[in-house]
Structure formats: C-alpha cells, structure tokens
C-alpha cells in the first residue's frame, strides 16, 4: 500500500524499511526530531526492557537490519508470529519534522503458513488499541487503485473514529490510477469521493518515487519533489480540461500532505496548552 515509502518520506532518508517484513509483526513508533546540526540521520532504538535508548545506528541502512533482529529475537521469546510491544525509534534529523508516527502492522485477511489462525484477529486488535487515544490523528492509507466502495478495512476505523474528525484518508501510488484518466470529469469525480467517504473525509493522493538505484538521501528529498511536480503536471495538462484545482490542489501529492499534518499537529498542541 505504500505505507514504508511514506514514511520513509516523512523521514527524508530511506533505511530499506519494506526489506523488514516488520509491517506485519510489530508496531514501530517513530519518534521523529527535527534537529539542523543533524547533517546525517541519527537513529537509535529504544532497549527492550529500559526506557534507554541505544548507540546512533550507522549507516542510516543499517537500521532496518536492526529491526528485523530486534523484531526476530523479541518473537521467538514470546513465542508468536506477532507481538503488540512495540518498537521505539528515535530519528533526529535536519531534513525530518518535528513528529511521531506509529506505523501498525498492516491488516491481513488470512495468516501466513505456519502462523496462529488468529493472526488477523491479532493484528487488528493491536491496531484497534493504538488509534483509539482520542489525541492521536489516524492517517489511514489505502491504494489509488483500490475503489473507495471496495475497501476492506475502512470500517476498522469507522468503529474507533465513527466521525471521522481525527482520521486523514491517503490514497497512495496516485500515479498509477491518474493513468487511467483522460478528461476532467472523470478525475474530480474521483478526486471528490462523493458518496463512498464520511462527509467529513477529503482524502489526499500521494504518489512518491519508485527507483530503487536512489543513492542519497538528498537524491530521495529530490525525488519526492520531482514526483509531486510529476503529478500536477498530468493533473494540468494530460488531462483534456485540466482538474479543478481549486478544490482539490490542497490535496495533491506528499508535500501538501506533510504541510497539512504538521498544521493540524500544532493547532491541536495550541488547543491542549493550558490557558
């Protein structure tokens, strides 16, 4: 669904995130740490059984090695396919904002061979509990590909944020689904949603870059920019009427959805400081 490569875009700096596997094991809370003296990553996870935190991780590649050793060692001693103990990692940066993200295992409809039956009952439980403090924001994120009537899992979220005022809907991999427009009428349709979403949801469309021979980070921070500018591009002018900017440009690509989370973070820690 796209989920690593986003966070790994909020991070600016890729760590191979997706070669974990962890998605579907345990939750990851990344505590992001916007720090300018940092010209290169500095990750560190938090011990097990301490609320210490580790030595820096080096290479910033590295890190997902770290986890999937962290994640292999804490499952063979409790004894299960996935554990609801999360990982904690600490990400200073000059290039990441100021924010925490909890990345949950992914939903699954049916457990891999040689895991519990009850995997899936498992995993959502362990979702369930991490979005239902009413302060944290849930960003849901589902494929561009997938029709918002058809989604599996929307009303997992339904049942903890019946609302929706605290949840952020992102269809990911836009660009693979902008292909399949040829006129305006066809895009904003999508683009609106009407009649399938909460009337409270107005979903972003995300596309981010798919090379894998992306060398730097700073290459990464580029690519990002260059996919967004990609995308309205398309939007602008290899769709016969353009699309109704006005109403949905907000909504487009990576940057307007990390300007907009970091906004809603910071009236929502206004409104929670004490007069």
């Known amino acids: 669904d ?23 094991r345990r939750p990851l809370i990344v505590q992001m740490v916007h720090e300018p003296s ?31 050793a962290r994640t292999e060692a804490h499952l063979q001693q409790v004894g299960g ?14 290039y ?21 039956d009850t995997t899936p009952q498992e995993i959502e439980a362990m979702v369930k509990a ?20 058809s989604s599996l899992w929307m009303h997992v979220v339904a049942e903890v944020d019946p ?16 292909k ?15 009649g399938y979403l909460h009337s409270n949801v107005q979903p972003f469309f995300v596309a981010l870059p798919k090379e894998r021979n992306i060398a730097t980070s700073a290459e990464w921070r580029d690519a990002i920019q260059a ?20 109403r949905f440009g907000s909504r487009i690509g990576f940057g307007n959805l990390k300007m907009f989370l970091e906004g809603e973070l910071a009236a929502r820690y206004r409104d929670a400081a004490p007069g």
Do not use: H
């Open 130 to 149: 991490q979005i239902s403090a009413p302060n944290r924001l849930i960003l849901f994120l589902q494929q561009s590909s997938v029709e918002w009537c």
């Open 227 to 246: 996919v967004d500018g990609g995308t309205f591009r398309q939007l602008r002018t290899g769709i016969e009427g353009g699309f109704d900017e006005e």
């Open 163 to 178: 609302t929706f005022s605290r949840t952020v809907v992102v269809a990911s991999k836009f660009d693979n689904r902008l």
């Open 96 to 116: 990441c904002p100021n924010l925490t993200i909890i990345d949950t295992p992914g939903f699954i409809l049916k457990a891999r061979k040689g895991e519990a």
């Open 2 to 24: 796209g989920k690593s490569s986003l966070l790994e875009a909020f991070l600016g700096f890729r760590f191979n995130v997706r070669d974990v596997e962890m998605g579907t």
């Open 81 to 94: 396919a996935v554990s609801a103990k999360p990982i904690v990692m600490r990400a200073e940066y000059a």
């Open 38 to 68: 940092a010209l290169e990553p500095r990750c560190r996870l938090q011990e097990e059984d301490t609320p210490e935190f580790g030595p820096v991780i080096t290479p910033e590649t590295a890190v997902a090695d770290a986890i999937r």
């Open 180 to 194: 399949e427009f040829e006129r305006a009428d066809e895009v904003n349709r999508f683009l609106s949603a009407t």
